[in-house]
Each structure stands twice: as C-alpha cells, then as structure tokens.
C-alpha cells in the first residue's frame, strides 16, 4: 500500500470498510438481473438531484445500465476514497477535487481519460473547456484525469434590507474595498448588525483579496509562495484587519456560527459565498427571498499590478479509477456527462455552473422558479477575471498549518510579518505527499 493514501490513519480494517462501502461488484460485469451497476460517489447533497438528472439522462441512452448516486460527507468521502485507493476498488464513478487530483493521479489512481474524446473531436478539451476547468482535471503530468464538471466563482452576497434601512446603495462593479468598508460602517451605525464579515478562510476569504492586489500565494510555475510578495502583503493586512472594525466580527465568533448562517439569520450584511451554494440557500431559507442578493467582488482600489479585480474559480471533475472492473462502462458514462448533453442537464438541475463553455445560462434559468430571482449574471459576469483556485502537489500538506498561522496573526499570537515568513518558509519547504 501507499504510504501516500495511508498516512498512519488508516487501519487494515477501515480500508476494508470503505472498499464494501465504495467498491463496485466483486465479480463479472453484469449482476443477476441482466444490468451493469455503476455506483456513483458525490460529497455534496444539495448536488444529489443533479447528479440523479445527468444519471437517468445516461440511463435512458443506455437501459442496460443502472447508476446508483450515493452521497457522504466531505470527510467521510475523503477517508473512506483513500482506503478503497488502497485497496484497489474505487468507486466506478466519482467527483475528484483539486485540493486532491494530484495525488491520485500522480500515484496511478485514477484512469487517464485524455483520449476520451479522440473518435468525436480531436481538440474536444481544448474547445469546449476553459484553461482553468483543464487544469482542474489535470496530473502533475499534463494528462487528463477526469472530464471537467462544473466551473464556479467567489461572489459577494448582500442583505438589500439592511442597505434600505441604512441608506446605503446596493453594491455594484464600481465597488472598491474603500467602499465595502464605508457601507460596512454605515450599516452598523444604522441597525446595529455587522457589516462584511470577514472569515478567516482561503478560497472564500483572503485569496481573492490576495489576487485583486496584485499579489500571489504560488508563483506560475506553483513551485514557490508568493506570501513575501508586496502585493500579497498588502491584501493580507487589509483583509486581517477588518476585523479591528467594530462591523466585523472576531475570528472566535466564526469558531461558534459559520458566516452563511449569520448571514441567513440577518446578523450581518455581507459576506462571500461560492456560487454553488446560492440555489441551496434559496431553498433552504425561503424566507428571506427577495431579502438578499449577490454582486461582484469589490476591486482593490490601487493594485500593485493588474487592474484590481479578481474571483477565485474553481471546479470538479468526473473521475473513474484507473482499475476499475467496469472501466469501459465508467468511461462512457465521463464520456456522456462532459458532452454539451450531459453538461446541459446538469446546469438546468440548477446544481452547478457547467465547465463547458456558453451552458452558463443553463443554470441561470434554474434560479426561475423563485418569486425573486438572484442576480446571479453577476457570478457568470466574472469569468472573464477568474483565477484558478490555489493548489500544488504538497498543498494537503500545508493547507491545514497555513491557516492554523493564519489564526495566530488575527490573536495576535504572531506579527504578520512573522506570519507572513513563516508560511512562505512552510510552503516552500513541502514536498508532495
């Protein structure tokens, strides 16, 4: 076994556990009933619908298969994924994360799906995909190992009633960070809630600060960190400072009530949130519709390059394991899900932006069946300027203690400066799993 995947966590037991759990049929192709049964992993239920669409669009296709969608949490998904690596039976079907491609795939995990395409259109990816959703599915290696999913942004949400009662006007693309602190300051004056609330988080905090001034958390060639970088330093001491505002909460108020749900109970005004989750909130807490909406992120007023604006993009992929007994099933079944049918389908489920380009109005039109309708063009509007969600090969090594410094500069624990060196020395010096 890998020590990679084992990692001193993983008892002999467990992996067999998450082999019954996740492994496809242990024998042959076809079971008794004349059908070939493809079990498909996902961590998120909000997404399940989806998936259960795109699945029966497949089915109908191919009446001699039947997919079955199953869904854990995302740690659970994690541990119990790595002991069926290690075991060798993987699901036949399943999402792969960029936090988690590359070690599957540089240790042979997963199935090498560059050729997938080949018989349809020889620059299928190329054409259809954006560079940021490729590289989301890509090796260490330059091969694909999954089909692109979904594709996604970093947007900024907003309480409309608490800019009515403060007489502050709705944010818009002229929005800087000057002007997301001013409201914020009006809107507690005003009501007494907090204003943008500041999280210590990468993806849905700093990073997109980091990028809007010009600054980087891993150089191009994701060899080196950029945290020394003025650029980078500057957006740091921004973002860590709001919460000295009397708007912003402290980081131990987010140890107790995750910002979403702060924002849902009408606690504070504004945050960011993954365009993923909007369809979910408004079918979650149908009682605030027609009380919030999203914009596009505020831009750094005087970047140290660049013109000041940037989202973190994201996004999925369709993996199959590289030894899986129904490989050729499981591979016609990526196959499907990354044609413009498959990606239709999920976006009009409403559960994901999907990666193939000029669909994103698929999912726009999910948001329909509500009384009040997000503006959710926004998230789509900031394609254009997205950057690719930060990751390496060591990243599983260093995201964890990143943010544990991260935590010690808001308490004070340690200067940012200090902070600042030593995450770049941590990055620097670790090395792939």
């Not at 409201?183 to 907090?194: F, L, P, V």
């Not at 000295?244 to 140890?255: L, R």
């Not at 030894?323 to 999920?346: N, P």
Request: glycine letters at 10%; a negative charge.
């Amino acid at each position: 076994m890998l020590k990679t995947f084992k990692k001193g966590l993983l008892t002999a037991a467990a992996a067999v556990l998450g082999a019954a759990l996740l492994g496809g049929c242990s024998s042959g192709t076809r079971a008794s009933d004349g059908l070939v049964h493809l079990n498909f992993q996902i961590w998120d239920n909000a997404q399940r619908g989806g998936m259960e669409a795109v699945a029966r669009a497949y089915m109908d296709k191919n009446p001699e298969v039947e997919i079955q969608v199953q869904v854990t949490s995302w740690d659970e998904y994690w541990t119990k994924l790595d002991a069926a690596a290690e075991s060798g039976q993987l699901p036949d079907i399943f999402w792969m994360h960029t936090n988690q491609i590359l070690k599957y795939a540089d240790y042979g995990k997963l199935e090498d799906v560059t050729d997938l395409y080949d018989d349809v259109e020889p620059d299928y990816y190329t054409t259809h995909f954006s560079d940021i959703s490729l590289a989301n599915a890509r090796g260490s290696d330059g091969r694909m190992y999954g089909v692109p999913k979904d594709k996604d942004t970093i947007c900024l949400v907003y309480n409309r009633e608490m800019f009515d009662a403060a007489g502050v006007a709705y944010p818009d693309e002229s929005w800087t960070w000057d002007d997301l602190k001013s409201a914020s300051a009006r809107i507690h004056e005003k009501t007494g809630k907090y204003g943008y609330m500041a999280y210590a988080d990468d993806q849905l905090g700093y990073w997109n600060f980091v990028y809007q001034a010009g600054g980087y958390i891993l150089n191009e060639d994701k060899t080196k960190a950029g945290f020394l970088d003025y650029g980078t330093r500057k957006a740091m001491e921004f973002y860590i400072g709001l919460q000295k505002e009397p708007w912003c909460p402290d980081q131990n108020y987010f140890a107790e009530t995750a910002p979403g749900n702060a924002f849902m109970s009408e606690q504070g005004a504004m945050y960011l949130e993954g365009n993923w989750n909007l369809i979910s909130f408004m079918e979650n807490n149908k009682e605030m519709i027609g009380k919030w909406d999203v914009a596009v992120l505020p831009k750094c007023p005087d970047p140290v390059r660049g013109d000041g604006r940037a989202t973190i993009s994201n996004g999925l992929c369709y993996s199959t394991g590289a030894k899986g007994k129904k490989l050729e099933y499981a591979r016609d079944f990526l196959k499907f899900a990354g044609s413009e049918e498959g990606q239709r389908v999920q976006g009009l489920s409403g559960a994901a932006i999907p990666a193939y380009k000029g669909l994103e109005d698929t999912w726009i039109s999910a948001f329909d069946q509500y009384d009040y309708k997000l503006d959710v063009q926004k998230c789509v509007d900031m394609f254009p300027y997205g950057v690719q969600s930060v990751n390496n090969a060591s990243r599983p090594k260093w995201k964890t203690q990143i943010n544990d410094l991260l935590l010690k500069i808001y308490s004070g624990e340690l200067s940012l400066d200090q902070g600042l060196e030593d995450m770049q020395k941590l990055v620097d010096e670790s090395k792939a799993l």
